[in-house]
């Protein structure tokens, strides 16, 4: 009997009964009998110390149940060492007493512990600590507080080029194609790469890619402007592992919690664009270069595009929305495109010049050759390292540590993987000696100084905003080089 009772001993750790099939309470009687085949379930000295009610259960309800209930039911023998209880010795009124009372007792220890750590915690996240497992994509927890969010060069770099993509007038399907195409890892994928044990229900597939909705999320993250945000999911209590989402007014906000990684100005730019969806303009036109970046002067609404025809031709003009949802609020402050446009060409011109003469350009090419070399960096030690994993898996199959089935699974699996990362890393190398900035820095401002026309992506790279006056003047605000 002790032997089998070694054997064929619960796992029961802090508490919770692990036993795969002893959650379903259809099965339970039988799981039981089956279970204990000797008619006992031995608690013994196997956690270093000696056992009592606490190990088998903290739910005085519950513990109960399977004590009184059902283990006499089965004809299951209970022993608990440590509290000097056996059920087949007749223990007397006190020691039934006794019981339940220890239980409750165990389960009040529980509620005590899990008011306390939910109590810290709270504190906590209103000081604007991070208490999460894992830092969200583009940050990285700090070595020296792990309750403090810096930002991860290599992802931060990403997370700023999906920005300033969704500006230029991307989706966020196209973004991801991009992402993908490019070779870098979504941020499950990085997560692994790093070395994080991460896993989420939402993976389908075995390489996880990126996705719209994950674009998506990052572009609507406020995060990345210093808040953190946290609290948003609550268990109801200790007994339930089932966590419920909570109101967001009712959410922990922390403004300048961490460093920044994305201007203010650009996040809430983007903001407006996913309002009011600026993917692509009104039959099936481009984006127009000032899409999200005009806005009223007066009060501080943005200036949507309309057209007028007269005469057999179109004409485009901006209005101040925050007039067309309340004429009482604003007027029209019309504008006409045209002359809009080419006004900031010509303000755009004058500062691509000044930066031409100041040498302020160099920056901004160091800065993307420097992401390009990190995503090839981080691509070539991804590279390699599958390339190891395919070399032992060979020397495990020669071992005969795995089948040949095995072996030729996963190595198919391993095959594609360095397949697609050659092919990534050889479009990088491409990329980075063709690349028309990395031949010559300032050529991409000398062909802009002879431009007739505002493209959206000189709008979004070098203009942070314009706002209309009602009298038809414009305020211009450019950007300068961000590193």
Known sequence: MKQNAKTRQLDVTNGKIKHPR????????????????????????????????????????????????????????????????????????????????????????SADISTKVRSHLEIKRKNGDFVGAFATYGYMKDAANHNRLVADSFAADVVRDIFLWKLNGMSAQGIADKLNASGILSPLEYKRFLGLKFSTTFQQNPSAKWQARAVSRILENEVYIGVLEQGKRVSPNYKIRRRLCIPKEQWIRVEDAHEAIIDHSLFFTVQELLKHDTRTAQRGEPVRALSGLIFCADCGAAMVHKTNTKNGKRYGYYVCSGHRANKLLCSTHIISASFCETAVLAVLKIHAATMLDIGEIQPRVCNHMRKLQARLDAKQEELSRNKEYRLSLYESYKNNVISH?????????????????????????????????????????????????????????????????????????VRYCRA
Do not use: W
């Open 405 to 477: 089935e095995d072996f030729c699974g996963f190595g198919s699996v391993y095959d594609a993987r360095i397949s697609e990362g050659e092919q990534v890393v050889l479009s990088l190398m491409q990329e980075i000696e063709t690349s028309t900035e990395s031949r010559d820095g300032y050529a991409e401002l000398q062909a802009f100084l002879h431009a007739d026309k505002l493209s959206r992506k000189v709008a979004v790279e070098f203009l942070q905003k314009v706002a209309v006056r009602e009298n038809g003047r414009i305020a211009i605000t």
């Open 22 to 109: 002893f959650k379903i309470r259809g099965c339970l009687i039988c799981d039981i009998c089956e279970f204990a085949a000797d008619s006992a379930v031995l608690f013994s000295y196997r956690y270093k110390r000696l056992t009592d009610f606490s190990r088998f259960g903290r739910n005085y309800i519950e513990t109960g149940r399977y004590i009184q209930v059902l283990f006499p039911q089965a004809g299951v023998r209970f022993i608990a060492v440590n509290d000097g209880y056996d059920s087949v010795q007749e223990m007397g009124i006190a020691a039934n007493i006794l019981v339940p009372f220890k239980n409750m007792i165990n389960d009040a220890y």
